[in-house]
DNA sequence: CATCATTTTTGACTGCAGTCAGTTTATGCG
DNA sequence: CGCATAAACTGACTGCAGTCAAAAATGATG
């Protein structure tokens, strides 16, 4: 085992000072970002599978039991290492939109940015849908309705901008239109069809959900 | 694979009786048959976590190594009892519906008895919906398609029967009435929102889908 | 500093899914 | 039959996710 020696290393000339928001609280932040760097780093390395959770525990230098006590779960692991990347990536996908085209062409930029997104890592991200379809923890369906929030938003503010006046159902389109790529994201990384297949048949979808509003101006 | 079969030729004049499936597919038959049985019993009453593998073979009479010629994982143990079911239940489902009614409801009726079909046993339809989105054996997806086109043929005949004219997107709309049908059931059964939350939203979702065909006439 | 209380860490351990070398059973043929 | 070969079966075994009783670290108090 690698993992044993060099824990106290970092004792020698202690600052006592700036223990601010309490040495407690920071030595376990510093922990909980070693922990994630370890995951990602071997995570995307060897895969999912081929990934022990002692391996991490001993890349992060601390013992498989307190690694638990970060995670409850290897996939919850997973959702802590991509969650915070996935909220950034759908913001800048939202921030660098082109202002002038169709809600339809606008939804369809979007979704193919995700969609780039999964497949740069089509195992980790069927492992991670299989964690945002059934949370195995409870506590990461919070996490998780924060992603789908940020992504609702933003697919809200799209609908919304392509019918002026009646802003009621904006919210409930944008919700089906999700539904629709999820679907498609499913079907792609389930194995059903190739992705270009995926991606035209959402388009497809797409237009004649947006249609009727396009035609009513 | 069941690829040898029927190798055994009947002009054999050696065992006196019905020898015509060959003997050794009949036994193959029975012993899946056996662990199909065995596995839908253990899961019905203790629940998929709280079941384990070595139960099922034993009560199969079956040795473990065997129970896995059969099936590639527990999950695909769960797929192999439920598919059938499954397969017959939607098929009942459409052979019931209600002749006078429109498109949207007859959607609503089919989607509505899925889900009372799901609501039966939740811990179970959230393993198999797992399985449905990213199937762990890529043999599976054989037979999760056989389910979908089943699905999928029934959601387009009564898609059709509100558009005379033009069935040309027919497929297409039965296809996006069921992703949003799926995504309201991972809502609900991944612990989002409850179960007449999604079935409302989901109301709402078919209405919009659907009213261009309706204003159509 | 000594003592105690509380929090955090730990790694040996447990239980289970899944495997594999070895065994048994079925089949083909002279 | 008897032998050979292939198929089917087996359960002891492996590796890993996750647990827990014990130990270490931290902090508080006099």
């Known amino acids: 085992m690698a993992g044993t020696a060099v824990r106290k290393s970092e004792a020698g000339s ?10 407690r609280e920071r030595n376990k932040l510093q922990k909980r970002q070693r922990i994630v760097m370890a995951a990602r780093e ?7 599978a081929d990934t022990t959770t002692q391996q991490i525990a001993a ?4 013992g498989t039991g307190t690694l638990f006590l970060y995670a409850k779960s290897k996939e919850d692991l997973l959702v802590m ?14 921030a660098s939109l082109p202002e002038a085209a169709t809600p339809a062409e606008k939804l369809m930029s979007v979704f193919g940015q995700m969609a780039d997104y999964h497949a740069r890592d089509a195992e980790l991200s069927r492992v991670l849908l299989r964690e945002l379809v059934t949370p195995s923890s409870s506590e990461r369906i919070g ?18 901008s392509g019918m002026p006046d009646e802003g009621g159902n904006a919210a ?4 089906s239109a999700f539904a629709l790529y999820y679907f498609q994201l499913i079907s792609w990384l389930g194995g059903a069809f190739d992705r270009t297949r995926c991606m035209h048949l ?16």
Chains 1, 2 share one sequence.
């Open 143 to 160: 996490e998780i309705s924060e992603l789908m929030d940020a992504i609702f938003g933003g697919l809200t503010g799209i609908v919304a």
């Open 42 to 48: 071997l995570f995307q390395r060897q895969g999912f």
């Open 59 to 62: 890349a992060a230098d601390i």
């Open 172 to 175: 409930l389109i944008a919700r």
């Open 14 to 23: 202690e600052t006592p000072a700036d223990t601010a928001p309490g040495r």
């Open 81 to 94: 290492v991509f969650k915070d990347e996935m909220l950034a990536t759908v913001r800048a996908i939202y």
């Open 202 to 217: 959402l388009r497809d979808q797409l237009a004649h959900l947006m249609s009727r509003e396009a035609s009513h101006d």
